[in-house]
């Protein structure tokens, strides 16, 4: 199990790769990525 700062979480996509069933999208209001669970 992976867990991943929000505040660190630059899009990379790796997370992503290692667990399919979570996505990465940007935030509008933030203009950062999140995870989308």
């Given amino acids: 199990l992976h867990v991943v700062d929000p505040a ?3 899009g990379c996509r790796a997370c ?3 667990c399919p069933i979570h996505v990465i ?3 509008p209001k ?5 995870v989308k669970v």
């Fill in 16 to 18: 992503a790769d290692i």
């Fill in 30 to 34: 933030t203009g950062k990525t999140a």
């Fill in 8 to 10: 660190k979480c630059v």
């Fill in 25 to 27: 999208e940007m935030q």
